[in-house]
Nanobody, 120 residues
Framework: QVQLVESGGGLVQPGGSLRLSCAAS????????MGWYRQAPGKQRELVAT???????NYADSVKGRFTISRDNAKNTVYLQMNSLKPEDTAVYYC??????????????WGKGTLVTVSS
């Protein structure tokens, strides 16, 4: 069974940092693009950052210069380093991955989410 498991969320003060991790496990042939999305209370889920299999990154304007996405292909893991956090970054952060599995190529998987709260 393929699954994505996030970790690293929590409570942090404004201006602080957190690092999120997401590991893909199970019967996976290859991991293509990976990314992070977030959903704040009362709002729609939005893209935070993505990284292609070749390492090309893309960021939402609201996090550029503060967040960094990276990946470890050997571990099928994607990271999100979040610096200079603001209260408006408070949300549930979801990991997303485009996987090649026995179910097919280009299968879209989501983690269950990890809560990030930025508050003093």
């Amino acid at each position: 069974q393929v699954q994505l498991v996030e970790s690293g969320g929590g409570l942090v003060q404004p201006g602080g940092s957190l690092r999120l991790s997401c590991a893909a496990s199970g019967n996976i042939y290859s991991v293509n693009a990976m990314g992070w999305y977030r959903q704040a209370p009362g709002k729609q889920r939005e893209l935070v950052a993505t990284i292609s299999g070749g390492g090309t990154t893309n960021y939402a304007d609201s996090v550029k210069g503060r967040f960094t996405i990276s990946r470890d292909n050997a571990k099928n893991t994607v990271y999100l380093q979040m610096n200079s956090l603001k209260p408006e970054d408070t949300a549930v952060y979801y990991c997303n991955a485009d996987l090649w599995t026995p179910a097919g190529y280009g299968m879209d998987y989501w983690g269950k989410g990890t809560l990030v709260t930025v508050s003093s």
